[in-house]
C-alpha cells in the first residue's frame, strides 16, 4: 500500500470525474477503473487523462478485482460504480443486482484479501428510503426500497456495514440524496429538463415529455457532495453518514426553474406522460444531514435553483456549439 494513492471505481461518471478533480488538487495518485465496453465514455474525464492511470476490471469478476488491487495499492478505495439509472432496473433487475449488490461483495472482498488497510466507500443512495418511514431521513431511519435499483444498494449498504463488523474493515457508506451537475447523464430527470430547455430555447426541440411533476428529491450539487466522500475517510472512526441538503423541491419546480431561466413558460412546452411514471413510485426524499455537519463539518452551498441554472448555461453552450444555433435576445446569461 502506497501513500496517497487512490482507486475509483466508476471514474467515468458524473461523481468519479468530480472525486478524481479533487483528489488531484489535493496531491493523490488518482486511479480509475473501467470495465472493457465498445461503447464505454471518457468525455467527463477526458481533461484528465494524462493526471490519471485507468485500468480494465470489472464488478462482476472477482479475479480482476484482486489483481486490480494488487496492481494499485491504493489507500483508499471509492466503490462508485454501479447500475446507477432507476427505470433500467426494472428492465434489467438481475444485472441491476449482480453490479449494484454483488459488486459491492466483490470488491469488499478484494479489498479484504489484498489491502485490508485501506479505507473503502461505499456510495449508497437516498432511494434506499423509498417508501419514507419518517421526514426527514437521517442515518437510523428504516429502508423501504421501491424499486430492483433501491434493493440492491440496501444489499451494498448492508453488506459495507458487515465487513467492517466482521473484519475491522475501516469500511463507510455515504447515503447522498440526489446530487447533479452539468456532468449528470441525460436520462435523469434533471439533466433531461435542462436539456430540453436550452433545445427548445434554440429552436431544436418544441416540447418535454415528463413521468411525476409533483415526485419531490432533495437535491444538490455533485462537485461539493464528493467532498463529503473524501472527509468520511479521513475520519478517526468508521461511520455511515446522510448527505444532503435538507430542502426538497418537486420536479414541477425544476421545469419552472429552468424554462423561466431561458424566458419560456414551461406550460406552453411540458407534457405529462403516464409511461414515464413509474411502477412503484417514491413520492418525497427529504435529508437530515446533520450529523455529516456536526461530524465532518460538511453543508451544502449551492442552491437548487443555482444549480439548476448552471445546468441550463451549460447545457445552452453544448447545444449552441452542436447546432451552430444562438440564443435569444432574452435568454439570461
Known sequence: ????????????????????EYLLDKGYEVHGMVRRSSTESFERIAHLRDRLQVHQADL????????????????????????????????????????TALGVTRMLDAVRLVEPEARFYQASSSEMFGKTREVPQHETTPFYPRSPYAVAKVYGHWITVNYRESYGLFAVSGILFNHESPRRGREFVTRKITEAAARIKLGLADSLRLGNLDSKRDWGYAKEYVEAM????????????????????????????????VDLDPDDFVRTDPKLIRPAEVDSLL???????????????????????????????????LSGRRRGRGASR
Not at 502506497?2 to 458524473?14: P, S
Not at 427505470?87 to 438481475?94: A, D, F, L, N, Y
Not at 461511520?239 to 430542502?247: A, L, P, Q, R, S
Open 60 to 99: 462482476l469478476d472477482q479475479s480482476s478485482l484482486v489483481g486490480l488491487l494488487r496492481d494499485v495499492a491504493p489507500i483508499e478505495v471509492y466503490n462508485l460504480a454501479a447500475q446507477s439509472f432507476v427505470p433500467t432496473s426494472w428492465v434489467q433487475p438481475s444485472l441491476t443486482g449482480e453490479f
Open 287 to 321: 435529508a437530515d444531514p446533520t450529523r455529516a455537519r456536526e461530524d465532518l463539518g460538511w453543508t451544502s452551498r449551492m442552491t437548487f435553483e443555482e444549480l439548476i441554472h448552471l445546468m441550463v448555461e451549460a447545457d445552452l453552450e453544448q447545444q449552441e456549439r
Open 230 to 261: 473524501w472527509q468520511m475517510l479521513q475520519a478517526t472512526k468508521a461511520t455511515d453518514y446522510v448527505i444532503g441538503t435538507g430542502i426538497h423541491h418537486s420536479v414541477r419546480q425544476c421545469v419552472e426553474f429552468a424554462f423561466r431561466h
Open 1 to 20: 500500500m502506497r501513500e496517497g494513492v487512490a482507486l475509483i471505481t466508476g471514474i467515468t461518471g458524473q461523481d468519479g470525474s468530480y472525486l478524481a
